[in-house]
């Protein structure tokens, strides 16, 4: 009888999971597997269908289009996660403190969150305007330049450009995490604190960054991944130039299933997914999930 | 140390205009000395506390430590918390739930960047102080509500503050091992001679710990001074009802006054006062007044030669060493503490009302 009931309790179990679990498979693992097999073979138009091992990935390693794009994926993840996690800090901090105009305020920082890429990538491709952007104007203004930059017809310029853009518009979504870690930790603790003879540095470091690791790491987690993926803002801000140097991963691996060569591009989606996959492992290690705040 | 607050006065903005907190607070905490701050919730004796510590600044008036001024808007003189040397010991305890007992006790002598020997020194002997020695390992989510209080009150006293400040630490422990907290808490405060303020909306706890106790309602103290003081002398029919085992009895009566006796007429009785039991000027004719006596001192008999209204009994309570009696004397009842007989429900008794424990209140005070 007992058995029955715990079968019954099981294949229940299993009906409920079976939704979500038939949503991963399809969405997930059925596109990742045939990815992978696509990066296998040689998938060309118009070419029959061939498999040739790891030959995609042999022509990668000896691709200096392909290292440029990894070079810039990776310096891109470098510069812009750190400053939209510190920005995204600095916007919680002050939004948590209690004010007048706090509601107003978090909806002034969420803002540019809600605005598709493809159109700040706009915004930012008229900011550098080399002729009328504002940015020009502001920087000579400060002294930083003398005459008109071309922002995006210089590699740097451009790449700062795409930190700017990507930073813009993630770092609210860094201080959204950020500000729902804080409101999770009790005010007594900082009062405590501020007896306890800790200065606003020290609650900071010894109260607020501890109790807030789980979160940093998520934040981390997402934004890392993100920035590794990033396509949209390129692709519309300086479609990987100029001369290629702004061309990301996932920009590549499109040119490259737009060119007609899909086993190439799949290869190219690949070593994004392992690189993505294993800087997530390394997070959650890191990140200790399960401890802080409890 | 001496703690000192002169006139002050806290208020807090609202959408309602200015809520008044604490009103126009005056009293001095003696060096070693146990005060009590003893009221309902949202009388102000928290946010006392916190002015006191510093989490807070006062409207007005003058808060000093041993004389010197440390907040004072109108000298724009503020100190704050970190700079008092004061140790608060909060209602929940707040203990950094990321470290364990050792780094929690550790903290405000690690922030201060003392040396780790030193640390580690005062640390252990706080810990044996309260025989904590054993959890030093533990993180706060492990302990019990009696360890993390020690662990509170460890960490607040192992850098020797000239200011301890508790609010409400026996409110979140069970009966019994609040009782023993207690005890041991005098024990410890008196051991180390430290300034204490202590925060209470219970009686007894302010009645068995304090050297002395500021009564608070509605954010201004009624009355200071000792435990006895204020059961044997209160001010307010509210001091009345609010100290003691039982609630004072408070009964609307009249005070006349005949060929310089006075007597106070309760129903049908009247009962002769003894002269140092009225407050205020003499004044001929009669008076409406508030009429007080403690239950412990009613005696419920059924017979008495002396002059004792009578009231029909209307609860009985036991209550093992005592019997409380509630009756009714003419629509308004009294409660009996002390008496003989055993009784019962609809039985008439005699209250006999030792005179010389009356209080007599001016009428329109009110008691609630």
Redesign the interface.
Same mark, same amino acid.
Not at chain 1, 291 to 294: C, E
Not at chain 2, 80 to 83: A, D, E, I, L
């Given at each position: 009888m007992g058995g029955d009931r715990t079968i019954r309790e099981t294949l229940r179990g299993w009906a409920f999971l079976a939704p979500l679990a038939v949503f991963i498979l399809g969405f997930v693992f059925v596109p990742v597997a045939g990815t992978f097999i696509d990066s296998l073979h040689r998938e060309v138009t118009f070419l029959p269908r061939a498999f040739i091992g790891l030959g995609n990935y042999r022509s990668l390693s000896s691709d200096p289009w392909f290292w440029q794009s990894l070079r810039f994926t990776v310096l891109f993840v470098l510069v812009s996660v750190p400053l939209e996690l510190v920005l995204g800090m600095a916007f919680a901090l002050l939004l948590h403190r209690p004010s007048r105009a706090r509601g107003a305020l978090r909806a002034c920082v969420l803002l540019p969150w809600a605005v598709p890429a493809a159109v700040s990538g706009r915004v930012f491709e008229l900011v550098c305007n080399f002729q009328y952007g504002p940015a020009n104007y502001i920087a000579e203004r400060l002294g930083l330049t003398v005459g008109p930059v071309n922002w995006l017809g210089s590699a740097w310029g451009a790449f700062f450009a795409l930190v700017a853009g990507d930073t813009w518009k993630t770092a609210p979504f860094v201080a959204v995490l950020f500000l729902a870690g804080l409101s999770a930790i009790?005010g007594? %603790?900082y +009062?405590? *604190? *501020?007896?306890?003879? *800790? #200065?606003p540095l020290?609650r900071f470091t010894?109260?607020t960054l501890? %109790?807030l690791r789980p979160v940093v790491v998520v934040a981390l987690l997402f934004r890392t991944i993100d920035a590794l993926r990033v396509f949209d803002l390129v692709f519309v801000l300086t479609r990987g130039g100029p001369g290629g140097s702004t061309t990301s991963l996932s920009l590549y691996g499109y040119d490259a299933f737009a060119g007609g060569d899909v086993g190439y591009g799949s290869a190219v989606s690949v070593v994004l997914f392992l690189v993505a996959f294993a800087l997530s492992a390394a997070y959650v290690r890191i990140g200790r999930f399960g +401890? #802080?705040?409890? | 140390m001496n703690l000192d607050f002169r006139n002050v006065a806290k208020t807090f903005p609202s959408f309602r205009g200015a809520v008044p907190a604490v009103r126009d607070a005056n009293f001095s905490v003696g060096d070693g000395e146990l005060f009590i701050l003893l009221g309902p919730s949202g009388c102000g004796k928290s946010t006392i506390l916190n002015l006191a510590?510093?989490?807070e600044r006062p409207t007005s008036g003058e808060i000093r430590f041993d004389g010197e001024i440390v907040a004072s808007r109108e000298r724009g003189i503020f100190v704050?918390?970190?700079?008092r040397?004061? $140790?608060?010991v909060?209602q929940?305890y $707040?203990l950094?739930?990321?470290l364990n007992v050792r780094e929690n006790i550790a903290?405000?002598l690690r922030? $201060?960047g003392e040396a780790r020997e030193e640390i580690d020194r005062s640390v252990a002997r706080t810990a044996s102080m309260l025989g904590i020695e054993e959890l030093l390992r533990s993180r706060p989510?492990e302990l019990s509500g009696g360890q993390r209080q020690r662990v509170a009150i460890a960490?607040a006293l192992v850098r020797k503050p000239r200011l301890f400040l508790l609010d409400e630490p026996l409110s979140n422990l069970d009966a019994a091992l609040r009782a023993a907290t207690r005890a041991e808490l005098r024990r410890l405060q008196r051991a180390l001679g430290v300034t204490t303020l202590y925060v209470t909306h219970d009686q007894t706890e302010a009645m068995t710990l304090g050297d002395r106790i500021a009564l608070l309602r509605d954010g201004r103290i009624l009355q200071t001074g000792t435990p006895r003081d204020l059961y044997e002398k209160p001010e307010t029919p509210f001091a009345a009802s609010f100290i003691g085992p039982y609630p004072m009895n408070l009964l609307k009566a009249v005070l006349e006054e005949e060929g310089g006796v006075r007597f106070v007429r309760l129903g049908a009785e009247r009962l002769p006062l003894p002269p140092d039991r009225v407050p205020g000027e003499r004044r001929p004719g009669s008076r409406n007044v508030l009429f007080g006596i403690r239950p412990e001192h009613v005696r419920a008999v059924p017979e008495s030669p002396e002059p004792a209204p009578r009231g029909i009994v209307t609860a009985v309570e036991h209550l093992g060493r005592e019997t409380v009696v509630t009756a009714d004397i003419g629509g308004a009842s009294l409660l009996a503490v002390a008496g003989e007989g055993t009784w019962k429900e609809g039985d008439i008794a005699r209250l006999e009302i030792p005179m010389e424990f009356s209080h007599v209140f001016p009428e329109g005070d009110d008691p609630s």
């Open positions: 009790p007594d %603790l +009062r405590q *604190a *501020a007896v306890d003879r *800790a #200065g020290q010894r109260i501890p %109790l +401890r #802080g705040l409890s | 510590v510093g989490l704050p918390p970190g700079k040397n004061v $140790a608060m909060f929940g $707040a950094y739930p990321h903290f405000p922030v $201060a989510s960490r």
